[in-house]
């Protein structure tokens, strides 16, 4: 729970859940089909840096265990999320 003397930053707490979100839509908007565009969630998670801007690189390579884009786990939830985006947000 939030109160007035916690602290936090783009990395960490709501950011990072907001980065997590940010980052599954700005590669969902990759899709060649892609259900849903948000043109900001790429610029955001660049902004960012770090691991953030990296799922976004020409080389993601270093990337691949990142939870985005694990087979099992990371094309469903981008999927998710492009299909909340699109019908409900």
């Not at 565009?37 to 790429?42: I, K, L």
């Not at 955001?44 to 840096?49: H, I, K, L, Y």
């Not at 080389?59 to 469903?76: C, I, S, T, V, Y």
């Amino acid at each position: 729970m939030r109160n007035d003397n916690d602290s936090w930053d783009i990395k960490t707490s709501v950011g990072a859940t907001a980065l997590f979100v940010a980052a599954a839509r700005g590669l969902a908007a990759r899709h060649p089909q892609a259900l849903a565009v948000d043109q900001f969630a790429e610029v955001f998670c660049r902004a960012a840096g770090d691991e953030w801007a990296a799922l976004f690189a020409a080389d993601a390579e270093q990337m691949k265990n990142h939870p985005l884009r694990a087979p099992g786990f990371g094309p469903l939830f981008q999927d998710f999320q492009a299909a909340r985006t699109r019908y409900f947000d």
